[in-house]
């Protein structure tokens, strides 16, 4: 009452200061109520938004991981593939490189090979053309065999070719016989000279003898009366500047009556020569 009854003798204007400063506290109130709820949204906004950049991030982050793996394993599988192509690729070029290289070698052999054979030819060739050339002649009969003298029979050697023979030496069968004596084995036959022989030049006069104890009195009569000749074979062993073996072989036949130059070349097994390939036969 007491509170009611002052405001009644409160003057207007007095209540209007009241009435105003009311309102104004309430105002106020309403105001910070405001701020408060206002504050109170901001807070829960910011922390809404916090939480979301939190969210975001967590994410832009698994993201970013994700990423990096992906950009990771992808590089590492283009380093595999890049490193198993480039293996290849220098094991291909190995290869080639390797038979590149054993073809080179192959054609190089060959053609070395074929060099030398060529040159071999040549130089063969060059010394086939200057190389000795025996041959066998001049033979003749010192005499007609008589009874118990010894038969000789004289021949000498010349040389052809362009340079020396070297080391000649010469092997002889000397016989009577009714037909052709078996050709020998001249390894079994001693040789009976050894010289040089110069090119365009004759040996000395070589002599094969029959014995004085092998002219017997049949031997002789058999010759004279036609039913025998005399045949001599000889041959001639040499070699030529290069050291290379050769020889020569003939084969003649001289019957009684005859002039002592006259030899006849009429043996089935007749004279013979070397060649490259069959210089060493006997």
């Known amino acids: 009452m007491k509170l009611l009854q002052r405001w009644r003798q409160t003057s207007i204007h007095n209540q209007g200061l009241v009435l105003t400063g009311v309102l104004v506290a309430a105002g106020t109130i309403i105001y910070a109520a405001a701020a408060i ?15 979301q950049v939190e969210s975001l991030v967590g994410t832009t982050n698994e993201a970013i991981k994700a990423a990096v793996k992906a950009s990771s394993e992808s590089l590492n599988k283009s380093i ?7 293996g290849a690729a220098l094991a291909q070029s190995k290869n080639s490189l390797e038979a590149s290289i054993a073809q080179g070698k192959a ?16 130089i063969e060739a060059s010394r086939n053309d200057q190389r000795a050339w025996l041959s066998i002649g001049n033979l003749r009969v010192v ?35 009714y037909g052709e004596p078996t050709a020998p084995d001249w390894n079994t036959i001693n040789s009976i000279s050894r010289s040089v022989i110069f090119p365009a030049t ?20 058999e010759y004279t009366n036609h039913r025998t000749k005399v045949y001599l074979r000889t041959r ?25 130059d006259r030899w006849l070349n009429s043996c089935v097994v007749a004279g013979d020569v070397d060649t490259q390939q069959d210089s060493t036969r006997h």
């Not at 709820?37 to 939480?51: E, F, R």
């Open 143 to 177: 005499k007609e065999p008589v009874i118990g003298e010894m038969f000789s029979v004289v021949y000498s050697i010349s040389n052809s070719g362009k340079t020396p023979a070297m080391r000649a030496t010469t092997k002889n069968q000397l016989s009577f016989a």
């Open 80 to 86: 595999d593939q890049n490193k198993d192509a480039l």
């Open 37 to 51: 709820v206002q504050i109170y949204i901001m807070n829960k906004n910011a922390k809404d938004s916090s939480a």
């Open 202 to 221: 004759l040996s000395r006069d070589i002599s094969e003898d029959l014995p004085a104890l092998q002219a017997t009195t049949n031997v002789v009569n």
């Open 236 to 260: 001639v062993d040499y070699s030529d500047v290069y050291g290379r073996p050769h020889w020569s072989e003939i084969c003649s036949v001289h019957s009684f009556g005859d002039p002592a």
């Open 107 to 122: 054609s190089m052999e060959a053609s070395t090979a074929q060099s030398k054979t060529a040159l071999d030819v040549s």
